[in-house]
């Protein structure tokens, strides 16, 4: 019911409002609708994506913790894990039931027990080391392995563009 | 393709038809006040109403005697009737009149007929009231001569039955009255429920198209109607009920939404609420109308007609006990245990039930019509398999419900106050009175345990497997995760096998979206985005750039490449008041600084200056200058503000020290100021277009 997963939202708002981790921020887009959140996330330091700031919007199904929201990128991004529309696959974000990828075990799948923060910190670990055999995206998989200078320059364009500066 | 070419087709607006429509009753009244004179004196057409309702054995047949004989008692007999003060029972009589046939027919007034001479007309009431229109057709002179002067009402029941017999006027008042349901309707949307968002409209499209076509199917399909009278019938039957449907739909749409948001104001949901009363009222003021109609028709329009009537009552109703639960759930705080299992039989109940009337309506249905093999059986069939197969999975459900609570009675101990120890359920995370232990020594609420469970049969926090079922529970194959609720998956039922309207209306309403201008609040929500990334822009100039470009994107495109000039332009970052570090962010320097950076939140309140001019006093707030952390405010707009200025500040932030480490690092672009003097712009751009184009 709504009205459960309501509360509980709220709850994990306060709680990121009053004691946000570094370098992440998330709340409701818009206060009428609580069930779309948008989140800001840091690029952790000293990695590819080093100091910028990425938008995403999460999306909370009406049952929330009982399944996992969805998460996608609002700006551009080019990683191992992210898909070309900016959805984010990562083990946590998978419902219980489905294993798309055919290998997680249920440990690493979603449960209630998890929360917003704790996907947002799952988020930053992803971009500091993609995980190259999940490939959301294959290019980027591949030019993680490969090249690993021209994906830091790639990183380094959507640093910028995220912060809202000019390219070099 | 069809729905594409309906919605592009041009509809009257409202105001239009209500116009057209109006004028069109006008039209018919003029035509039958003139005519009727002309209709009465017409004897070949008194003579074929005589024999028409001869035929159909309400007269009786010619005895023994002359026609004159036969004429001048039947006309003796209506004068007879006549002499009665019928004039109000008079349109009754009509309405009853037209309700003659296989369909409705009205055994009392066969039966009584048989001494139609020698019964006096004071004890068949029914049979007068049934013919007193008649003598009206067959002799007008006795019918004036009888009634001791027509009055204006007279003259109203008059034009009125005329309208009624002739085609061209009857299809106008229809009309009228569509006209007036939809008017009706548009009314209540407009006090109720405002503006509808897109996906209420496609629903409500959707659910229309549905109705109309099940209806239809019904009508001509299942009880193949013949007559024009019974199809009118059956049309406004199922208006006042599709209607109702409709509001259903609409109420439950915006129950879901509202659901959704934790500052809805008590007067939304109490106007919702009132407006789900009255359509509960007046569904059961269509039960008794259809328990009114099923004493003196069939059983099986009975059945029929009760069917529709109770699937609208118990969704009605579901709704609102939904309602109720949800806002019980919003208010309090504390989870009583056995609440859970009593909402979850709630539901239980109103969906099988609602399931069950609709499978026997349906079985009905293909029973009853005497055409098994045509096209309206297979779509009924159809229709059968789905309510079917949704009945047997929401049974499937309920016991693997059973099982779970049986696993939670029996092999949960109920936890001690030392198990709980003060902590929060890790599911809803509110704080534990009575908790339930699982063997890993993890303490949840049963309730909250049980819907997990239901799902995942695993403690949430350890994801030790559990063993629901003993023996079979390696075997089983485990409940599809995603329970939507019984309605949601109602939507667009017979998609697969008709052109489906949802989907392709939803299509073309994003054609539109795209092709169209955004509208002004979504500009003006885009701009203040835009505007946190690019303070140094006016919100004018992207508005004005949004308006052009139509996207977010293409606008901070154009800002990055310098083609954005706002005109006053003040210059917003200078190199060096880049160059120090977060603390000058915080406002209160005083200095010329500070006019400028309140910019970007000056303009939130600016689509309702008057309303409230400065809803929060600037310095209550301390700029979360480190990160912090921030106030929690009760009130919905604060929170939200709040929000956005952490936002703003956040990016900020990481700006500063992006360029900060890029000119520490000797880089070349960290002199890259954000172009932002007029001066500078369009070399810049110059000089930025090929690497932005590069980058896309
Ligand atoms: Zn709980
Ligand atoms: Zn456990």
Redesign the pocket.
Known sequence: MAGNALKRLMAEYKQLTLNPPEGILAGPINEENFFEWEALITGPEGTCFDGGVFTAKLTFPPDYPLNPPKMQFCCEMFHPNIYADGRVCISILHAPGDDPMGYETSAERWSPVQSVEKILLSVVSMLAEPNDESGANVDAAKMWRQDREQFQKIAQRLVRKSLGLPPP | MPALWLDRLPLPNLPAYTAISVTLLLCSVYFAVTTQDRFESDAVSRLTFAEALQRRCLLPPPVNESAHDQRTRLTDYFVLLATYPTQRALLHGFLRHKLRSDFLYWPTVATDWGEYGERAPESTASSSVFFAPTIYYRDPGAWTAALPEPSIQANLVKTLAFMIHEPLCLWTLINMAYCLLVLLGKSIQQSMFGELRVSEQTQLKDKFWNFVFYKFIFVFGVINVQHMDEVVLWCSWFSALGFLHLLTQLCRDRFEYLSLSASTPRRTHGRLLCLLSAILALSLALLVICVYVGLVASLNTFAFMAAECVLLLIRTFHTMIRYAIHLYDVAQTAQWERKGSLVYLAELMFEVTELVIDLLHHVHMLLWGNIILSMASLIICMELRHIFYQLRHRLARHSHYRRVVRYIELECVQATPADIDGDQCAICWDAMETARR?D?K?CFHATCLRRWLEQDPS?P??R?GLDLSGQTASGQPRAQPHHRPHWQQHRGRFVSFLPSFSVEVNHTQLLRANQQEVPASQLDSMARQVQQLFPHVSLSAITEDLQQSGSMEATVENILEGSVHDHPAPPMFTSDELADDGGSWSRPDGDGGDGREEKPYRHHDRPEPALEPEPVPEPQWPEPAAPGGSRFSKSASERHTLLQRRKAAMLERARRRYLATQSDGGDSGGTVSTSSDDSGAPAASEALRPAALVGR
Do not use: A
């Open positions: 699982l890993c993890h403690c926090t350890c030790k």
